[in-house]
Every structure is written in C-alpha cells, then in structure tokens.
C-alpha cells in the first residue's frame, strides 16, 4: 500500500509540459517519474506489465473544479499524483467542503487535507469494490471455467 502521507513539497514545482496533450506522452510523465510510477492511493505499481502502464492517470489533488482557487496552484506539480484510473474513479465525485485559500500557505494546509480525506474515501470504495468482486469471482463462470461433465471428448486418433 502506498505510503500515507503525500510525498510532496509545499511549494510550487511549477506547471506540467503539456507534449502531446496526453497522460502518458505528455503533462504526466514528470508526475509518474516523481511518483515511481506507482498509484499513490493503492500502490499499484503500473509497469508491471502493459496492462498495469494503461492505467496510468495524474489525480489533482485539490480538484479543478474548485471555484475562487488559484488556477496556478491547481495545475502546478505539487497537486498532481500519480494515479491509477479505479482509484481515479473511486475519488471522482469528491469535492472538499472548504472555503477557497486566501494565500499560499493555506492552499498547501487544504492540499494535505484534502490527499487525507480523499485516500481514506478512496480506500473505502476499494475496500467495497473487493467485496463485490470476490462475491462475483465465487458464482460467476469464466471462459476457462470447465466442469468436467462438460468437457468435450478428446480426440481419437
Ligand atoms: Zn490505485
């Protein structure tokens, strides 16, 4: 499981590159080589394999959405991590109940709370998910799943 506490400085790094306009060929690379190209919330390390690399996505710490807040901050790398798309997902829908930072310094203190709050919600909708998947995984049939009454006859020479 990743770490706890956000791996970030509180001061600007300054804004992502854009390159190709893209996660992965452009504005999150410095974020995933920063991050070890593990998802901050879950741990999932995604060059594992190619499957893992696809699910490579850069989560705004304090979201975008956020109205009266510095766009600056908001886009600048030290509120941008290193996440998976499921825990990009899982964190969509929150939106931090505070009043807008009237300097710097509080941007940072609202930066902290919301990684805190946003990885426990985060944490808890996996937690949920893993329950409705082992519930699923028990009853359902994959296609490698074979009974052996049906399976088919070998062939005779
Ligand atoms: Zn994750």
Same mark, same amino acid.
């Given at each position: 499981?990743?770490? =706890?506490?956000?791996?970030?400085?509180?001061?600007?790094?300054?804004?992502?590159?854009?390159?190709? +306009? %893209?996660?992965? +060929? +452009?504005?999150?690379?410095?974020?995933?080589?920063?991050? +070890?190209? %593990?998802?901050?919330?879950?741990?999932?390390?995604? &060059?594992?394999?190619?499957?893992?690399?696809?699910?490579?996505?850069?989560?705004?710490?304090?979201?975008?959405?956020?109205?009266?807040?510095?766009?600056?901050?908001? $886009?600048?790398?030290?509120?941008?991590? %290193?996440?998976?798309?499921?825990?990009?997902?899982?964190?969509?829908?929150?939106?931090?109940? &505070?009043?807008?930072? %009237?300097? =710097? =310094?509080?941007?940072?203190?609202?930066?902290?709370?919301?990684?805190? $709050?946003?990885?426990?919600?985060?944490?808890?909708?996996?937690?949920?998910?893993?329950?409705?998947?082992?519930?699923?995984?028990?009853?359902?049939?994959?296609?490698?799943?074979?009974?052996?009454?049906? =399976?088919?006859?070998?062939?005779? $020479?």
């Amino acid at each position: 499981m990743a770490g =706890e506490t956000l791996d970030r400085p509180r001061h600007r790094l300054g804004p992502t590159s854009p390159g190709d +306009g %893209t996660a992965r +060929g +452009g504005y999150g690379r410095a974020i995933f080589a920063m991050d +070890g190209y %593990t998802c901050v919330y879950c741990g999932l390390l995604m &060059l594992k394999d190619f499957d893992s690399y696809l699910q490579l996505s850069v989560d705004h710490i304090v979201p975008r959405s956020m109205k009266g807040y510095d766009a600056t901050l908001i $886009e600048d790398r030290a509120n941008k991590v %290193t996440c998976c798309r499921a825990c990009n997902e899982f964190g969509n829908r929150y939106r931090p109940n &505070l009043p807008a930072p %009237t300097n =710097e =310094e509080e941007f940072w203190d609202v930066r902290d709370h919301v990684f805190r $709050e946003r990885r426990a919600l985060i944490l808890k909708r996996r937690e949920r998910e893993l329950e409705r998947y082992e519930r699923i995984r028990r009853f359902a049939r994959l296609p490698g799943d074979i009974d052996i009454a049906d =399976e088919p006859p070998s062939d005779s $020479e």
